[in-house]
């Protein structure tokens, strides 16, 4: 399964976008005003006026993404989730990924980017994968691994819930690699498989 990244497991931390773009994909989708009682629920309720701007503990993230799961089952609660995905990675591509290496990656045949942006987004697998254990394998396709997620620990579902990094991955490699890539999680740690698997092709 190519190179692995194993994350500390006494890191037990996750970016904030998981929740700053979450906030913003609930306005954006006009979900905010009916947010207060989920976000009691997963017990960071001055999360919705205050987001967290630094590192954040993982199990107050997952708490905050299975309530919201819960509260917008199926395919309301997916496209929800892959919006805060999606301007996750929209937030990325203007604040965190240089300008001339984001030029150089559409220029390049499709092929090439993908292997630059697998080897960017391994680096930086800490952010998004907290305790878990993340491994990629560039190619067509390409494919993301996580083991012991996270964001859907504990979690039982009949469907693949982690919408929120696929939106992620697919925004990504859609804006870098090609305007046709799809993300297609194929299986999920909340559906009792091994790791929660993210195929991107193009």
């Not at 967290?52 to 309530?67: C, F, G, I, R, Y």
């Not at 290496?101 to 980017?113: F, G, H, R, Y």
């Not at 690699?177 to 909340?190: I, L, P």
Request: proline share 5%; hydrophobic share 50%; with cysteine.
């Amino acid at each position: 399964m190519g190179q692995t990244a194993v994350i500390d497991h006494g890191s037990a931390t996750i970016g904030p976008n998981a929740v700053t773009q979450l906030v913003a994909a609930l306005k954006m989708d006009g979900l905010d005003r009916v947010s207060a009682p989920i976000f009691r629920t997963a017990g960071v309720e001055t999360w919705l006026t205050d987001p967290p701007s630094a590192m954040v503990q993982e199990n107050l993230v997952a708490d905050l993404h299975q309530a919201v799961r819960a509260a917008f089952p199926g395919v309301e609660g997916n496209s929800l989730m892959a919006d805060a995905g999606w301007l996750t990675a929209d937030y990325l591509l203007v604040n965190r990924i240089p300008r001339a290496a984001q030029v150089v990656m559409k220029l390049l045949p499709a092929v090439l980017s993908a292997r630059l942006l697998v080897s960017a987004i391994r680096s930086h697998a800490w952010t998004f994968a907290g305790s878990g254990t993340f491994r990629a394998r560039a190619g067509v396709p390409t494919v993301f691994e996580i083991e012991d997620n996270p964001l859907c620990r504990g979690e039982r579902a009949s469907a693949p819930v982690c919408a929120w990094h696929a939106g992620v991955f697919q925004q990504l490699f859609a804006v870098l690699v090609s305007r046709n890539a799809g993300v297609v999680e194929t299986s999920c740690e909340a559906q009792g498989d091994k790791c929660c698997r993210f195929v991107v092709d193009w």
